[in-house]
């Protein structure tokens, strides 16, 4: 390969142009300061048995011709809400790939960018379940090369994390094969995951779909290191204001009917945000956010002037929402929401009108203060990008998700689509005051 293509992904991080000095500055996450477990393949017969591929059923709405149908079905890659810093989370997982001789590498590639494109626009991470990867559906290193490469900066300028879960010795391997070619920035991204354990510190486990192999295997990782603390929970603090519900908050202040994280992020936004491109799809720096979520939950006053990032409480607006403990269109309503596609066009609306009116009091009026703020922003779609589709795209996980399991992939589109009309049809569904 030629210098000049080893240093493609080098342009945004470099301004040297001395190739040996690039390289030389080169620096991945410390390869050789954790323990690298040895794969699962090294007794080929051990790792058939014990890790072939995980079969799923097909997606139910799933349409037999669709173009990527049999890459599809195998759910390999999955769309799984947002991260803990309000990125959207794209997951690929290792065990459902089938072995290399029954799998298009070629269309998998496709797939995968195709499933990209309707978020890269966006700040997003990615989560790679290692797990499963066997000699049988393990792809060749001249394919990954490709793959990297056809990664262009499109997709490498907004992703902000790869979560490697339960990496081995191949992923070492990988890694310094692929020096030469991962720009600093990119190799920065990278963060290794021991157990799942570990995730939940980025963003919540339960919401995802993690195949039920690689859970296995990580009960047998936790089992094995006995010297792991037990979960500790604690009881809500006297202000605390994310991760309790709306009926808590109204309870430590009724005089407030709008949760002060809501009230004063979005009156910030309509200050500062409403022709802010990007609105909603950056994330912020991962210790403001922290610092703000604290300041919050100890009674310490925010003042988002003082930090003068939009993003910031554009992020905190999606924290509160995703925190809560039940989403706010509640779990009542969640399979009417997944099944709307199927209700008749021009009953939708009345339908929606009726739905929404049957959630409890808080709920509904937190969602009317929401959505109508959300209209406003779409009215200013032509300067911030972010049309009722786009904010349904950030918004629906944020505001459903499954009760006592992870949202599926089937489930994220008619979610998307309900929030869409949600959005587009806002001043029918919810009376002028």
């Not at 039940?326 to 709307?340: A, I, M, R």
């Not at 200013?380 to 949202?407: H, Q, R």
Request: proline share 6%.
């Amino acid at each position: 390969m030629a210098a000049t293509d080893l240093l493609v992904d080098l342009q945004d991080d470099l301004v040297s142009d001395d190739t040996s000095n690039a390289l030389g500055q080169l620096k991945l996450s410390p390869l050789d300061e954790k323990t690298w477990p040895a794969d699962s393949d090294g007794d080929l017969t051990k790792s058939d048995k014990e890790c072939s591929p995980e079969i799923v059923d097909p997606p139910s709405d799933l349409k037999w011709d669709d173009p990527y149908y049999d890459i599809a079905r195998c759910q390999i890659v999955e769309v799984a809400g947002d991260d803990n810093f309000g990125r959207k989370v794209i997951v690929f997982n290792a065990c459902r790939m089938p072995p290399s001789h029954q799998l298009d590498h070629t269309k998998l590639l496709q797939y995968l960018k195709h499933t990209l494109d309707k978020y890269v626009e966006s700040d997003y991470s990615v989560v790679y379940f290692h797990y499963g990867l066997t000699s049988q559906n393990k792809p060749s290193f001249a394919w990954l090369r490709l793959a990297y490469r056809e990664f262009d900066r499109k997709y490498k300028k907004n992703i902000k994390a790869l979560y490697i879960v339960h990496p081995t010795r191949f992923i070492k391997t990988l890694l310094v094969v692929f020096k030469p070619i991962i720009s600093m920035k990119f190799g920065r991204k990278i963060l290794y995951v021991n157990h799942l354990g570990e995730l939940e510190q980025y963003l919540k486990c339960e919401r995802m779909v993690i195949p039920l192999c690689v859970k296995r295997f990580d009960d047998s990782i936790q089992a094995a290191q006995k010297s792991m603390p037990a979960p500790v929970h604690l009881k809500p603090m006297p202000h605390q204001q994310f991760g309790i519900s709306l009926l808590m908050l109204q309870e430590k202040d009724p005089d407030r009917t709008i949760p002060l994280v809501m009230e004063q992020s979005v009156t910030y936004l309509k200050k500062h945000g409403l022709n802010k491109e990007g609105i909603f799809r950056r994330s912020a720096n991962m210790y403001l956010v922290k610092e703000v979520l604290d300041k919050y939950n100890n009674g310490v006053a925010v003042d988002f002037g003082i930090y003068n990032d939009v993003h910031l409480a554009a992020v905190m607006l999606k924290t509160f929402l995703r925190e809560l403990p039940t989403p706010l269109l509640t779990y009542n309503l969640y399979n009417q929401v997944v099944s709307f596609g199927k209700v008749a066009e021009h009953k939708q609306i009345d339908t929606i009108v009726e739905m929404i009116q049957s959630l409890p009091k808080n709920n509904y009026t937190v969602l009317n203060y929401l959505v109508e703020f959300l209209g406003m922003v779409a009215d200013y779609s032509e300067l911030n990008k972010m049309t009722p589709s786009n904010l349904a795209l950030v918004f629906g996980p944020t505001l459903m998700w499954a009760k006592d399991t992870a949202i599926s992939l089937n489930a994220i589109n008619p979610i998307n689509s309900f929030v869409q009309l949600l959005f587009e049809n806002y001043t029918e569904i919810f009376p002028a005051k």
